[in-house]
Each structure stands twice: as C-alpha cells, then as structure tokens.
C-alpha cells in the first residue's frame, strides 16, 4: 500500500465517522423535547398569538415531516449552517466564529496543547533515561498529582493566590470589557494585555496537559530504549541527546501520536471548565452556558464541532504517523 | 471434588497474599493503597460521625474558620460556639438552677411546668397580685470579636389570666454588662392558652431585631453591636402582672454561633464544612467505583466478544468503538446528564456507558496477541481444546489488565463526577466535592480557602490513591515497563 | 605482529535490586593484528557483557569493576563517556544479530551507515556518504540501490549484511561480532559467515566472534576462548582446543556439538545448569557439574596456567 493509498482510507474512514456524529448528533437531540418543548411553552403564554407560534413553528420547520427535516438538518451540518440561536437570535455560525469566540478557544487551546507537549515530551525523555533517579521520581509523582487535581479546583485557586492574592493577573475574561467601545487599543497594549489575561488559564490548561505527555512519552520511551538499535545507536558513537531524541524518540513517538489525538476529546472537557473557571469568552464557556439556558440549536452546533475537530484530529495523527513509520504503508 | 475445591481456595488465596506483598513492597502502590484506605475509612464514618445531612445544619457562623486559625496570631478575635443555656427547653427541676431573679422573695412563684410545646417543658412565674418579675441568666461572654451570629430558635411563651385590659408584659432582653440593655422581644400578652412566638425570627441577621432592640441606622451588623467587647452578658426575661396569672415560656435556648469552628469552618450557611467533607467522600468513591466497574465490564465484554469472535462481529465492535471513541465525552455527558436528569444514578450509568472504548480495545489487542503466540499453537498441536486453552491464558492476562484499567479508569470517573458537580449539573441532593466548590464559586468565595482548597485536596487524594495503585500496578503487571531485577 | 586489543583481568558487574550479578569475572585475552578470537559458551556466560564492555555500552546498571582494556596502545576503561565515542565504530565497531531489530525501523538503511560515517568523519557530505555506503554494500553482496530502503524491506539475511556493511563503514580496527547470523536458517547463516571470513582476509580484520557455536568459531577463528558463568576456562589456537579439549567444560561443549565431518559419535548434554551468577559456587565455579570434581575444586579458584604447548591456558585442578 503506497503512502497514497493510506491517506486515501484514512480520509473514507474520517469522512465515516464525520457521518456518525451527524447522525448521533441528531438522535441525542431527537430525545430532547427541545424545539417542541421551547415553542410548546408559547402555547401556554397567553400573549403568544398563533401567528407568531405558527411564525416559529415554521421558523424550526416543526410542520415538516421528520424525514424531511432530518434531510435539512443534514445538509446544514454539512455546510455549517446550523440555525439561529434562540438567545440571541444571530446565525451560530456567526455567534462561533464573527464573535471571537473560535479564536478566543484556539488561542487558549493551542497555546497551551503545544507548551504541554513541549513540557511534557521534554521530561519524559529526559526522565526515561534516568530511569529510577530522584528527578525521574520527582517527575512522576508531580505528573501523577496534577493528573489527579481537578482543572475546575486548578484554575480556582491560581484566580484566589495570582490575582486576589497577589494582584499578579486578572481574574478572568479574555480581555478587558472596556476594549472596543473606545476603538482598537494600540498594538503592544493590546499584545500584553492579552498575554495577561492568557496566562493563568493557559498554564491550568498547560498542566492539565503536561503530565499525560509526560507519562506516555517516559512509557514508551522506555520501551524503546531497551531495543537492540538504540544499542545499535550507542555502538556507532553518536552522542546520548541523538540517541535519545533521535533514534529512540522517534519510534517512542508513534503511540504518542495515536494517544494524543484520542486524548484530545478530554482536552476539550478541560477547556471547558477552564474556560468556565475564568469566564473566558470561548466555546467551552457559549457551550456551558448555552446547556444551562438550553439554547439547542447551539448545543447541537456546539456538539458537532468538538466532535468533527476531535475527528480531524484524529485524521492528522494518522497522517503523522503514516509519515513517521514507514511499515504501516505497507501494512 | 470438595478438596479440589479447598486447595483451589488454599491456592487463590496464596496467590492473593503473594499480590499483596508483591504490591507492598512497591513505594508508589503502598503509598496509594494507604491512601485508599483512609479515604475509604472517612466514607464510611460519615454516616456514623455525623448521621444528619451536615448541609442541612447549621453548625457555626456564616463563613466560620477553622477552629485552629484562633491559635494563631491572625486569628485573635475569632470566637467559637457557645450554648448559653444548659437546659432551654426546662425538661427537669433542675433547671431552673442556672436562672437567677431579680425579686429572690418571690422565688417560689416561679416553677417547672409540664406544660410543653414540641415535647419540651417550660419555666412558668405565677402571680396572684400585680407584679415585675425578671428571671435572667448571667455568663461571661470570653472572645474579643464579636460571635457570628446569635439565634434564640423557637421561644414561644403562653399566658393565662391576661386579658385586654390586664395584659400581662412580656418582654426578653439581652444585657452587656450593666450599661447596655437591649430588647429582643416584647410583647403585651392579652390573649390565654395558647403559645405565641415573635413575629420575626429571633435570629441576629433578622432586620427586625435591631429595631427592637432600638438600635436604628446603624452600620454595624447587630452582633458587633451587642457583643462589642468581652464582658459579663445577661440573658433574660421580665414579665410584669397588672392582676393575677400564670406565663410560660420555653426554648430560651441563646445559642452564640462562633467565626471559628471544627476543623474546617463552616460554608456560608453555616454548614460544617468537615463534615460535608467526609459526606463528600462517600459520593466520589461510590461514583467512581460503580461508574468504573461498568465501564470495564462493559469494556471486558466487547473487548473478549471483539477478540475471540473474528471476522464481520469483530469489524462491527471495533468500528462502533472507533466511532464512540471519537465523541467528546464531557459535552456529550453534559447534554445527557441535562436531559435525563441529575440524579446521581443518571450521573454513575452515563460515566459508566462512556467509559468502556478504551479498554475495550486493550483487550481485544490482548486477545488477539495471546491466540498468535506459539505456545497456544502448540496446545492445539498437542490435542488440547482451543477454547479451554484460550479462556485460561486469556484470563490470566485479562486479570492483571483489568486491575490496571480499573485503578486508573475510577480516577477519571471521580474526576468526571466532580467536574459535572461543579458545573452545577451533579446531584443536588448528595454532597460531593465538585459540588461544594461550586457553592464556593456561586457566593464569590475564593478567598475563604478553607471552603475552596480541602475538598480539591479530597479530589486529588482519592484520585491520587487510585492512579497510584494503577501505575505501580502496571508496572509490576507490564513486563516491558518490569525493572531488572 | 602488533597487538589490537588487549584485556585484563576484566570484570564487569550488574547491580540489581538483589545485589551485584557477577557476569564476567577476571577475563583476560589479547588480539593480534588480522587475528580473529572467538568466544564460546552457553547463553548467559557472560560472552555478550563482554564484548559490551569492549565498547562500553553495558545496559543500566552494568559496570566494569576492575581490569584494563588496552585498545591500540589506550586504555579504555578509564575513558569517559564523550572520549569513548571517539573509539566507538571508528576504533572498535559491533555486529549484531541480524535476526534482531538492531536497525532502526524508522531510517532508510542508507541513512543509517551514513549516520555512522558522518559522526565520525564530520566533513564527508551526505551525498558521497551515500557512495559509501552503497559500495559498503556492494561488498557486502546486496545491491546498492538498497540504500533507499527501510529495515522492514530486507530479508533477515539482507539486515544482517546490512548490518556488517555498516560495522565497516569507518575502517574499524577492531571488529565485534556478537553471534552474527544466529536465529537465520542454516543457509543464511552459512553465507554470512562465510561473507565474514572473506571480508577477514580481504581486509586483514581484526576480530572478536561470539558464539555460543563451536563449529563456527572453529571455521573462522584462529584463537578461542571458553567461557563459563563468568569465567575463561580454556584459551588457546582453535585447533588444539577442539582437538585436544583439556577443560572438563570445553569436553563437555566439544562433544555436545556435531562435527559436520567427523565420525560418527554419541552427542552428549552436559547435566545440570549454569550457576545463578547472584551467588556463584566457591571454587572452581563448574565444580557443580564437574564429573572429576574434587575437594580442591571447592575451595580455590583455579589460575589459568599454560598446559601443554605454549598458548594454551586452561583454568583447572585436574593439572
């Protein structure tokens, strides 16, 4: 099998499970007297005429059949067209992405998903070679503790200690909510002010992260080591630091790459109680907020979407890893 | 058939002491397995220690610290609880020992009376003439700052032989030193035989009581007030007869809830928080434990069925699994625990049923790895049934998977059940640790740590034992991950 | 005739959570330029701990403890880890076991053997690195546009010839063959060594050949060295040791071998099984096993001690 040809079955079999999810995501929502239950509630309010009950009914495509209601539903999926919400009443498309929102999420999301790979890979490999040493212990024990506190309680007590204690950071949001009535704040302002206000829910973020990177990369990698060609590796005089990142990091690094994209959906859990904890004006907290005011278009929206970039990252692992191991094109 | 039976106990329960030594003598997983045990040991006193819903108590003031901090020098002004009347519901003679009055002649005028409101007794002053009589209680009042609250619950009194014309005064007050009088409650009593409470709750945050007290506008809440400072406080009642009759009144019980209580303070009810701690305990281990079990079993069955059954059930179990695996599942739980309910049986059967893909598929790579080794090759060479074969191996190495998984698969169900507590969608009916750091949250708390930090410590804690025990485990199990030994 | 490599009295430990495996106890050797020394012994004697000791390249816990490793004129042990790269693949290089996975599974085979030229002659650039190594294996019998190949792609044989051609790559002085061509079919394994032996003579290498196969050190290898848990036994020209075989081991070994062209004859298993090298017996450590064993044998450590003709060592009570 060429190089080709697998990515020509990952994309069948990504484009199967993006199927899955509509469909599921149909179902779960099928099950929610939601719309029914929302418009249902105008029949009891007396100020409500049947016109406008009738207005909404069409509006949500209640008088339609539910074949052909799941036929538009499907293709606005499809096409991100998802409906207005009923808080705001805007497209949800524009509420996730002209909002800032998606930006808000990606910023917080990426910056703290690279750091703890970067954080968390770093020790691991490190670690792995000194197995059994007081840093390996050390790394292990602190990793496995922040593996067991929870992100809610993390970020909670980072707001109580940073910024009611210590005035260091703010306490929460994404940026002051005097921004924008008054124009753009000027470049660098608006550069550090944001990095501020990033930082206490990124680093939670962070070391909800770090230490599951930690952990596998020092599991593998300790697989990896005790293979006859990092011995190999050392027989040829090359230095430890191209022992280890090179010729042993590299296999170490295919489960990491597997256990990461199916890590992430757990990530997103963690961003959204991140993002709940500092009031940050991202998905995780219009997700959150749009359950507590059961406003189901966007739930539903809401839902698709982490599933599909669950799914697209699980798409880009398996392109990572039928780039780094030659065998599996071969499979 | 019953020895084989016997020696097969004698065995499983040899090979269970080797296990435990075994995991004894790794640091991490006795570490962990103590850890356990004290967490379980305070989920199953809770009920013993504090048999009553400690959220439905009011234990201590509002936002009540930790008894210790009053040791320290930051907390030289917190005060504690205090019951100022021994026996104020009158239940025996005696108790009337501990009220003075002000008129010692007429003494015998005032006795223990059966009759009872709510099955406590009264003390009843009678008189045949007109008559002021205060009966009053004296205590030293210890604390520099002032208690938190102060409640006098339920004091009812009941008249005889008052009339409209003759009304019989009553009146209850609470004196600092000799200077300082304040009222709490007065009333002209006009009408017989039935018990009267005041119309406001006898309670220092109710707004009426200043004003009866006639203190108006005043800044300060009505505790600082009244106990500005230590001193000798006087709790008592005055009763004035203009014709003769009989008054009773009960539950003079002054209760002076303290800034400073327990171990670990209070919640803003008031709530002892340790207590809500040990209660909190009890619902992480039972959803953690449950909700895992099920996802393992769950997992052990797809994961055998998936490996031992080849070919179109195989594609379709793993297929199903892939997909599941690809749903988020915190967003997902939110929508369902916010459609079928918060109940906590809701809450442990939807962590359960999301939590089965993973281990699903370790064991059915398992499977399949046993059934390709040779020694099964060469069982099945040597006559042996394939099946009887399969399910001995494969259950031995399936034992030792299913111990790893499910250390490490009940953290993350406690960890689940805390964050859907904390994002306001647990039970609200059974105390858990996500939830009180929610109520932390919702009043605004941060900065009362020991509301916010111990139950993240319980999280952690619980959490903690758990991944230590799976960790060593695998280690000990996994013997690529074994040491030289 | 120079001396190559010259060893002494060399022990290497492993620590472990129960105490200190004595895995190669007071060895000592010597190899003269284009002279091929083998190793025997049965699994677990120690021979491999050697020839990581050579290059220093023992697992975790293993240490030389005592003796000198003279290396073209330097002594070895003492070096650290940095001047140690120096000597390794360029001074001394290793074959391993083809069968095993000591090629990195993720690197083209040709990127591997220009990795091994370039660390340690830095301005060679990729592209005539290349040309080495696709004329490395053109010596080594495997077709040079196999250079662009994965590990994976090869056939046993093939990795292992791979593997030789990368042990040359840098004109090493020494060569290290630990049981090259083992777990490959007979035929296989008969064409690597065969390959080994000529490369020997082409190249006037100087070699150390671990095995725990008689019959192919006594193809290859003009000297050989018996081992037994930890210890030489025998030492001497291959030729008197299979003739004339003096150790009660060695006999042992010779017989339980067959010789593809001698007589007929009874093979034979020694009884019994390698001490635990955690507590090796006192004395004599094959006293155990020995069908000659006397009270002596229990007690003291036989020297090694010419017997017979010159150049042959054999370490035993009996002489």
């Known amino acids: 099998m060429s190089l080709r040809a697998y990515i020509l079955k990952r994309i069948v079999y990504t484009i199967v499970l993006v199927l899955f999810v509509i469909i599921v995501n149909w179902f779960i929502f099928q099950a929610i007297p939601g719309v029914e239950g929302a418009i249902g509630s105008l029949q009891g309010n007396p100020r409500a005429t049947s016109q406008q009950y009738q207005h909404f009914q069409e509006l949500y495509g209640l008088n339609k059949s539910p074949l052909q209601r799941f036929e538009e539903y499907f293709w606005g999926m499809l096409t991100f067209n998802f409906g207005n919400s009923f808080v705001t009443q805007h497209p949800v498309i524009d509420d996730i992405v002209k909002s800032g929102r998606l930006a808000n999420t990606v910023l917080l999301l990426g910056t703290s998903t690279v750091l703890g790979i970067v954080i968390g890979i770093l020790f691991g490999v490190v670690v792995s070679a000194r197995r059994g040493s007081g840093i390996d212990t050390g790394s292990v024990t602190v990793a496995l503790t922040t593996f067991s506190l929870p992100v809610f309680w993390m970020g909670l007590t980072f707001i109580a200690v940073f910024s009611y204690l210590l005035h260091w950071f703010p306490p929460g949001k994404a940026y002051p909510d005097t921004w924008f009535l008054f124009g753009n704040p000027p470049l660098a302002q608006f550069i550090l002010t944001r990095l501020q206000y990033l930082f206490l829910p990124m680093l939670v973020l962070t070391l909800f992260q770090y230490g599951g990177f930690l952990l596998l990369t020092r599991a593998t990698m300790l697989e990896t080591l005790s293979e006859d060609y990092v011995t190999t590796a050392r027989a040829k005089g090359l230095k430890e630091r191209t022992v280890l990142f090179k010729h042993a990091f590299k296999n170490a690094s295919l489960p990491l790459v597997t256990a990461s994209a199916l890590g992430f959906g757990t990530v997103l859990g963690g961003a959204i109680l991140t993002e709940t904890v500092f009031n940050w004006n991202g998905l995780g907290l219009w997700l959150y907020n749009s359950i507590i005011g059961k406003d189901f278009p966007v739930m539903q929206a809401m839902f698709y979407i982490l599933a599909l970039s669950v799914i697209i990252a699980n798409f880009i692992a398996d392109l990572i890893y039928g780039i780094i191991d030659p065998r599996i094109r071969y499979e | ?485 | 005739m120079s001396t190559v490599l010259d060893v002494q009295h060399l022990t290497t430990h492993y620590r472990t959570l129960r105490g200190w495996v004595r895995a190669v106890e007071d060895v000592s050797f010597k190899i003269e330029k284009g002279q091929a020394l083998g190793i025997a012994g049965e699994s677990g004697c120690g021979k491999t701990t050697v020839a990581m000791s050579l290059l220093k390249i023992l697992p975790k816990g293993g240490r030389i403890r005592k003796g000198s490793i003279i290396f073209d004129g330097l002594d070895l042990v003492p070096l650290s880890n940095n001047e140690m790269r120096q000597i390794r693949w360029k001074g001394i290089a290793i074959v391993f076991q083809g069968a095993m996975n000591a090629l990195n599974p993720v690197f083209k085979v040709g990127d591997q053997i220009v990795e091994a030229i370039r660390t340690h002659e830095p301005d060679v650039d990729r592209r005539s690195g290349m040309d080495r190594a696709r004329s490395l294996l053109e010596l080594v019998g495997v077709e040079p546009h196999r250079v662009d190949n994965y590990p994976h792609e090869f056939s046993g044989g093939m990795r292992q010839r791979a593997l030789i051609a990368m042990a040359l790559a840098c004109n090493p002085k020494l060569l290290v063959a630990d049981e090259p061509g083992t777990a490959l079919d007979v035929i296989v394994q008969a064409q690597t060594l065969k390959l080994m032996r000529e490369l020997k003579d082409r190249l006037d290498l100087s070699m150390v050949m671990i095995s725990h196969d008689l019959s192919i050190i006594a193809e290859t290898c003009e000297k050989v060295a018996i081992m037994y848990a930890g210890r030489i036994v025998e030492y001497g020209d291959a030729e008197d040791i299979f003739k004339e075989p003096l150790h009660p081991y060695t006999q042992g070994l010779v017989k339980a071998f067959p010789s593809i062209k001698g007589e007929r004859v009874r093979l034979t298993s020694i009884p019994g099984s390698p001490p635990d090298l955690l507590n090796p017996p006192t004395g004599c450590r094959f006293n155990p096993r020995c069908p000659y064993v006397m009270d002596v044998c229990r007690k003291e450590v036989p020297p090694l001690k010419m017997q017979g003709n010159e150049d042959h060592l054999v370490a035993c009570h009996l002489y």
């Open chain 2, 1 to 485: 058939m019953k020895s084989g039976t016997e020696s097969n106990l004698k065995f499983n329960l040899r090979r269970f002491a080797n296990f435990l030594r075994l995991m004894l003598s790794n640091k991490m997983a006795a570490v962990g397995l103590f850890m356990f045990l004290v967490s379980a040991g305070a989920a199953l006193a809770a009920p013993i220690v504090y048999p009553q819903n400690p959220q439905n108590v009011a234990s201590a003031g509002f936002l009540a610290q930790p008894q210790w901090v009053s040791y320290f020098p930051e907390g030289y002004y917190l005060s504690s609880n205090m019951v100022v009347v021994n026996n104020p519901g009158f239940n025996s003679p005696s108790a009337l020992q501990e009220w003075s009055y002000s008129n010692t002649a007429q003494s015998p005028y005032v006795s223990i009376s059966t009759a009872t409101i709510a099955s406590t007794g009264s003390i009843q002053v009678f008189s045949s003439s007109p008559l002021s009589l205060t009966v009053y209680k004296t205590f030293h009042y210890p604390y520099r700052g002032p208690p938190s609250r102060f409640t006098l619950p339920s004091v009812a009194v009941r008249s005889q032989g008052a009339s409209a014309s003759n009304p019989i005064v009553f009146s209850l007050f609470l004196n600092r030193g000799v200077e300082r009088s304040f009222t709490l409650w007065s009333k002209n009593l006009t009408t017989n035989d039935a018990w009267i409470s005041p119309s406001y709750p006898l309670d220092s945050g109710s707004p009426s009581l200043p004003i009866a007290a006639g203190v108006q506008g005043g800044l300060l809440p009505f505790t600082e007030v009244v106990f500005s400072r230590e001193d000798d406080y006087t709790l008592g009642f005055t009763v004035t007869f203009s014709a003769p009759g009989t008054i009773n009144v009960t539950s003079l019980g002054l209760r002076l809830l303290g800034n400073a209580y327990g171990l670990l303070g209070a919640d803003s009810r008031g709530s002892d928080l340790f207590a809500e701690l040990l209660w909190g305990a009890r619902t992480s281990l039972f959803v953690g434990l449950v909700a895992s079990f099920i996802g393992i079993g769950l997992g052990l069955l797809v994961g055998l069925m998936a490996g031992y059954k080849t070919g179109i059930v195989d594609e379709v179990l793993m297929r199903f699994t892939d997909m599941m695996l690809v749903l988020p599942s915190l967003p997902l739980l939110l929508v369902l625990v916010a459609v079928v309910g918060p109940s906590i049986f809701n809450i442990i059967i939807l962590i359960g049923f999301l939590g089965w893909m993973g281990f699903a598929r370790v064991i059915r790579s398992q499977v399949l790895s046993i059934k390709e080794r040779p020694f099964i090759e060469a069982a099945r060479a040597a006559g042996a049934g394939t099946r009887k074969i399969l399910t001995t191996h494969i259950f031995r190495n399936v034992v030792s998977l299913t111990y790893v998984n499910l250390a490490l698969a009940v953290p993350a169900a406690i960890l689940t059940e805390a964050a859907l507590s904390f994002l306001g969608l647990g039970d609200p009916l059974s105390i858990s640790w996500g939830q009180i750091i929610s109520n932390a949250q919702a009043v605004n708390a941060l900065n009362d740590w020991w509301w916010i930090i111990p139950p993240g410590i319980g999280i952690a804690f619980v959490s903690l034992s758990f991944v230590l025990i799976g960790y060593s485990l695998d280690e000990i199990f996994n013997p690529k991950l074994r040491r030289r030994r």
